[in-house]
């Protein structure tokens, strides 16, 4: 309750303070003159203008606000360390018990947790948030209970924006000791086939750790051991690694465990190096021009990742017309060139409508089956040339594809369907029109009957003929088209058809492309949801599982989201490398920086904090003493204080703060009062002056 006294003026202040003038320069003037009874005028006269004033007196019905205290938990991915998260659960139930038997303080109990983003512990940053809503004169101070290892702590405790304590209450232990990795030079980026440079550093921090110790590093490559080395402490090490394949190449740099040492999710880093192919090379034969020719070679050459060789065969040998060789104007074909000595620069050969016309020699298509175990590809696509004679399945090719034809050719209209295992297979899925019956497309006019020897069929013709069959031989791959009409979808027949994507995923499956395995499991990010997909044949998948940094390891629920491919995605919010798994299916995928902070440091300390704590009286102090007992310290309200801990206590700010809840106000001079006191006055000068 405040009293004080107040003035509402029944006249405006410059007509007042005209009044005041006058009044004193009236009683100047009379008691100047010594008139008889000059001061008793001047104070009725004073009176007067203090009942223009309107005084009273005001009572502030005020209620005292509370202080406001936040206590903030550090759940960042190094407190799970060690004991760190039981410490701060102790430590934090004590705290909110004590604070809870202070009247006059209201606990705020905020948690910081990494964003997944790369950027460390950011308590400081969730300190703000917290009291983002309270007045800076109500905040009692700030209590964090953390490792200190804290990467957003404020120069300055200005920055803070209010004037209060804070005090630091630090978990983990004084003899803490760590190896870890740092990486310092790694590309983004790399052509497949080549080396590159990665360049790493072994350091050692706490108690019984020094410099001159040779450790080993091993090297592991989308999971696997490619390689180990030996490296100094504390010096830099450059290590090359080679490209394997396109895409992301996971390579994980592991140094050995240092006894007794915090933890070994720093032992390693992981760097991510996109593959890089160069243009393919793919090796066209047309076995004389047709319709369907002009189709493979629009859709390679507007393929701006494919450089192609085509070569079309118009004078076969035993075409003999009496020409001179001076007078054609053909080039010889360069079978040497192309299928011995070049035949492994090209990623895929593709046979259209071929027939054996003694170009290519026996000893040739011996090299190309010898070219496809060891990691090249073929596409045969036949007409009737498969059936006959001259079949390309009549020599050593024989032993890589997948179907032998009978002899006969179905020549009647039919809409090509996509096999069951079409539906799944990425080469096919999804292809505009299937999913209608007949499906939305063109029909074709001709197919090559076969009988299946292995391999899988894709789409199919009359009464179910295999049409598309694919085949994996050795490291490499074999495709056979087994109709001479999918030209007519590119001209548009009927409406024409998908033959864009068709072929051209196609042409990729066969070169390897890893977005179109048929059996895979892939993982990305996207946001803060960790994706994963898992592309499979079969008609179920196993439990997917998903490893974090930190180790521990859930369960992830996947739904069908088309035939053969399966979704699920987590939120995360760590950072370092997750293993996911299925059956015998891992991938592999680094979420935030190659360095992230949060596992840069992790000894806990009271250094970073001290010099804030001292600037705003506080104090930062370790929770776990040296036999690992922990002691939280007292907690004591204090109005105003230099120094707000000492020895085994801490100091909380309590605040002036209040409400105003109503105002009383009494006049002084209004009413009968106030006539009465001026009534009086007027006859003791009337009486004074009558004298």
Not at 234 to 260: M, S, W
Not at 405 to 433: D, S, W, Y
């Amino acid at each position: 309750m405040i009293w004080s006294i107040s003035f509402d003026p029944l006249l405006p202040v410059w007509a007042l303070g005209g009044l005041a003038a006058l009044i004193v320069l009236v009683g100047l003037v009379t008691g100047f003159m010594s008139l008889r009874g000059w001061p008793l005028r001047t104070l009725a006269m004073v009176l007067v203008a203090l009942a223009l004033a309107n005084p009273a007196l005001e009572r502030e019905n005020r209620e005292p606000l509370s202080s406001v205290v936040a206590v903030v938990t550090d759940l960042s991915q190094s407190q799970l360390l060690d004991d760190r998260s039981q410490t701060t659960e102790t430590a934090l139930s004590t705290l909110t018990e004590r604070l809870g038997d202070l009247d006059g303080f209201e606990v705020r109990v905020l948690e910081s947790r990494n964003g997944g983003q790369g950027n460390g512990t950011e308590l400081f940053q969730s300190l703000v948030n917290g009291l983002s809503d309270v007045p800076p004169d109500r905040v009692g101070g700030a209590i964090l209970l953390t490792d200190g290892q804290i990467h957003d702590i404020p120069d300055h405790a200005s920055a803070l924006g209010f004037e209060a304590p804070v005090h630091g209450l630090v978990t983990g232990h004084s003899d803490e000791r760590d190896r870890r990795m740092i990486l310092h030079k790694a590309p983004r980026f790399g052509l497949v086939g080549s080396e590159q440079v990665v360049s790493v550093r072994v350091v050692e921090q706490g108690a019984g750790t020094g410099l001159g110790d040779r450790v080993a590093i091993k090297i592991r490559r989308d999971g696997n051991l490619v390689s180990e080395r030996q490296v100094g402490i504390g010096q830099t090490l450059d290590i090359p690694v080679e490209i394997e394949h396109g895409g992301d190449n996971i390579f994980e740099f592991e140094v050995e465990a240092l006894a007794g040492e915090l933890t070994e999710l720093n032992n390693r880093v992981v760097v991510t190096i996109d593959g890089i192919r160069e243009n393919l090379r793919v090796l066209l034969v047309s076995g004389s021009p047709h319709a369907g020719e002009r189709t493979w070679r629009n859709l390679l050459k507007s393929d701006a990742s494919v450089d192609l060789v085509h070569f079309t065969i118009l004078r076969p040998p035993e075409k003999q017309d009496g020409t001179p060789i001076n007078q054609l104007s053909l080039i010889a074909f360069p079978t040497r060139e192309l299928f011995s000595v070049k035949i492994d620069e090209f990623d895929l050969i593709i046979f259209d409508r071929y027939v054996r016309r003694g170009v290519l020699p026996m000893l040739y298509f011996d090299n190309i089956a010898r070219y496809v175990q060891d990691g090249g590809a073929v596409l045969l696509a036949g007409g009737p040339d498969y059936a006959e004679a001259g079949s390309l399945y009549r020599t050593p090719l024989a032993q890589i594809l997948p179907a032998r034809p009978t002899g006969a050719i179905l020549e009647q209209p039919f809409h090509a369907t996509l096999a069951n295992v079409g539906e799944r297979h990425p080469v096919t899925r999804g292809l505009p029109g299937a999913r209608q019956e007949p499906p939305s497309w063109s029909r074709w006019f001709r197919l090559v009957e076969t009988e299946l020897d292995g391999g899988q069929t894709l789409m199919t013709g009359p009464s179910d003929k295999p049409l598309l069959v694919l085949n994996r031989e050795g490291e490499g791959r074999v495709a056979l088209l087994l109709s001479d009409h999918v030209w007519l979808w590119a001209r548009g027949f009927e409406g024409g058809g998908p033959h864009v994507p068709l072929l051209r995923r196609l042409g990729h499956w066969l070169m390897q492309e890893p977005d179109l395995e048929e059996e895979a499991l892939r993982v990305s990010m996207r946001g803060p949801e960790l994706t994963v997909e898992r592309q499979t044949l079969q008609d179920s998948i196993g439990d997917v599982e998903v490893l974090a940094p930190s180790g521990t390891a859930t369960r992830l629920t996947m739904n069908e989201v088309e035939p053969g491919l399966w979704r699920g995605s987590t939120p995360t919010t760590e950072t370092g490398l997750f293993t996911v798994s299925e059956s015998d299916k891992t991938s592999l995928i680094h979420v935030g920086p190659q360095n992230p902070r949060e596992y840069t440091e992790v000894l806990s300390t009271t250094e970073k904090l001290a010099a804030l704590t001292s600037q705003t009286g506080g104090q930062a102090m370790r929770l776990t003493d040296v036999g690992g007992d922990i002691s939280v310290p007292r907690v004591v309200p204090l109005r105003r204080a230099a120094q707000y801990a000492g020895n085994g206590w801490i100091g909380l700010k309590t605040t002036d703060a209040s409400v105003l809840n109503g105002v009383d106000r009494y006049p002084l001079l209004a009413g009968l009062l106030g006539l009465a006191l001026l009534l009086g006055l007027i006859s003791l000068t009337w009486f004074r002056e009558g004298r």
